[in-house]
């Protein structure tokens, strides 16, 4: 059984005390411009999930404590959770460093980008 | 491959039953195959033995990273059904199931195949509602099933609990007569001595580790066994399909979480129909010896590490409490999990792809073992014609950009 800690309110529950919210950092294509979007576009947005055995990064809601939303960093072979981490921003640089398969690429530009300007927010 | 008849084993009895050949052979991986096929559980080894019988396609193999069927095949909770809503659904699930009826005697290997009958329970409004759409859907698809009132199904199970005041009380039941079970082991078993027969090389202990391609095309497969060259390969590999599939360089829409199952005791006969209670999540039949077989819902969150979580479990039992009193005393022997792939629409995937002689057929999510037969006949025959077969294409890959979905979420959400 997981055990987790919400980084909003700090309170630390068992799995059925909070909500899973699926893979992190997805965006959805068709806010800004509709019109431009393509239908392999749409499906990337509804149905394409990285899926990793090992480093993967989720939602969550803090279910029975402060209703809030929050980020994880998981892995899905050891069920050990990495770090926690606010809704509006990216994982930790190591943790992005660490990321493998269809994550690893997700990163890369971010990870420049963290690189580039250190000490800044990430934001998502 | 030794016919298995009362001659045969009259003929061995006489030696003390010291000669029986294996089952099945265990070849070492030959350089180059007309086809591979990825993963020997039922699916796998099912699509190579009709690639062989229907297609006369015999020198492929299939490749396994463990033992043949010890994956998902192994871990089910061996219930065959197709009393599915959406047609394209009814048409490959009642193709497995009709399969099933006398696969014993087509693989001339005892597959127990049980077709003892399997109730959907109706316990509220709405899934009373919900059933009877289905149960019009399926008679119009001429499938054998109908509603049965709360007096019928207390007299197949009597075990129930009818109290009218219950939490969710029997409203009724849809009831699939030639629904059931068979021995799940045996199938992936079956399947693997016919093929093995035919000439397949069932290689195990072989993990993929990649794909090789020469741009649009596949060419072979690295296995810890070597490299193996094939200019078509099928991907059968359940929960791993994601993993394997990016070694391909292609993604898939599939998300891998862990589905826990257990079985009590054995006790004496005292159910012998299936019941789903698909409102409060659980399910449950008796095996042949005498353990209650009993499952549950999905745990929520992708997983690969076939440990499940105690509130699934915790779950699926209070459920069955309140279903069957009669239960709550009993000692649960074993529990376990498997890894399942779920698509967004929760139907399977059955489809070429994008490379050239990659094929890939997942996705079953928590309800593959029933369509194990029907699976391996039109996954076969679309390796072997390059095309889907008519009963696979609305399975395809191509459903997701058009968003022409299967949804049977509603349907199967939990029992599957």
């Known amino acids: 059984m997981l055990v987790i800690n919400c980084p909003v309110c700090g309170v630390e529950g ?16 068709a806010t800004t411009d509709p019109d431009s979007i393509s239908d392999a576009e749409q499906r990337d947005y509804l149905f394409m999930r990285h899926n990793p055995k090992g480093l993967h990064f989720e ?36 943790l992005m460093k660490a990321a493998t398969g269809p994550w690893a690429e997700f990163f890369k530009d971010k990870i420049a980008a963290a690189e580039a300007k250190p000490g800044g927010r990430r934001k998502r | ?44 080894l099912a699509t190579a033995y009709y690639l062989a019988k229907e297609h006369k396609l015999t020198n492929i193999a299939v490749v396994e990273k463990g033992w043949l069927g010890g994956g998902n095949t192994g871990r089910n909770t061996t219930i065959i059904r197709s009393n599915y809503l959406q047609d394209a659904s009814i048409a490959i699930y009642e193709l497995a199931r009709s399969l099933y009826e006398d696969l014993s005697q087509e693989l001339n290997f005892n597959i127990m195949f049980s077709p003892r009958g399997l109730l959907m329970l109706c316990q509220t409004e709405h899934e009373l509602r919900a059933m009877k759409r289905t149960s019009h859907a399926n008679r119009l698809a001429g499938l054998d099933c109908r509603m049965i009132l709360p007096a019928e199904v207390k007299q197949l199970v009597p075990i129930i609990n009818d109290d009218p005041g219950a939490r969710y009380p029997i409203l009724g039941a849809y009831y699939q007569p030639r629904g059931g079970t068979a021995r799940h082991d045996a199938v992936a078993w079956g399947y693997a001595r016919g093929a093995d027969a035919m000439g397949v090389d069932i290689i195990q202990n072989c993990e993929v580790t990649g794909i090789r391609r020469d741009g649009a095309k596949v060419t072979g497969i690295e296995t810890t066994r ?38 009590s005791e054995p006790i004496k006969p005292i159910i012998d129909v299936v019941v789903m209670a698909n409102t409060v999540h659980g399910y449950m039949s008796q095996s042949d010896k005498g353990e209650l077989v009993i499952g549950g819902g999905a745990d929520p969150y992708n997983n690969y590490s076939q440990r499940g979580s105690f509130p699934s479990l915790e779950h699926t039992i209070t459920a069955l409490v309140e279903t069957f009193p009669v239960i709550s005393r009993l000692r649960m022997l074993r529990q376990w999990a498997g890894i399942v792939d779920m698509t967004g629409d929760r139907s399977p995937i059955i489809s070429k792809t994008d ?28 390796m072997a014609n390059d095309r889907p077969h008519p009963i696979a294409e609305p399975f395809g890959l191509n459903r997701f950009v058009e968003g022409r979905l299967i949804d049977e979420s509603v349907a199967a959400a939990v029992a599957h």
Not at chain 2, 8 to 17: C, D
Not at chain 2, 30 to 38: H, Q
Not at chain 2, 358 to 375: A, E, R
């Open chain 1, 14 to 29: 068992e799995e059925g005390d909070f909500h899973y919210g699926g893979q992190a950092h997805i965006r959805r294509p």
């Open chain 1, 59 to 94: 939602r969550w809601r803090c279910d029975r404590g402060c209703g809030k939303w929050f980020h994880a960093a998981r892995d899905t072979m050891s069920l050990e959770f990495k770090a926690y981490y606010p809704i509006t921003e990216l994982p930790p640089l190591e």
């Open chain 2, 1 to 44: 491959m030794n016919r298995y008849s009362v001659f045969s084993i009259a003929r061995n009895a006489v030696n003390y039953h010291k000669d029986w050949g294996r089952a099945w052979r265990s070849p070492e991986p030959k350089p180059a195959y007309d086809a591979v096929i990825v993963g020997a559980g039922g699916h796998g």
């Open chain 2, 226 to 263: 070597g490299f193996i060259s094939t200019p078509k390969i099928g991907v059968v590999v359940a929960g791993h399909t994601s993993l394997i599939m990016q070694m391909a360089g292609v993604n898939m829409p599939i998300e891998s979480v862990c589905l826990q199952a257990l079985v």
């Open chain 2, 355 to 382: 490379v050239e002689g990659l094929y890939v057929n997942g996705g079953w999510g928590t309800g593959g073992f029933k369509t194990i037969p029907g699976s391996g006949f039109v996954f076969a025959d679309t």
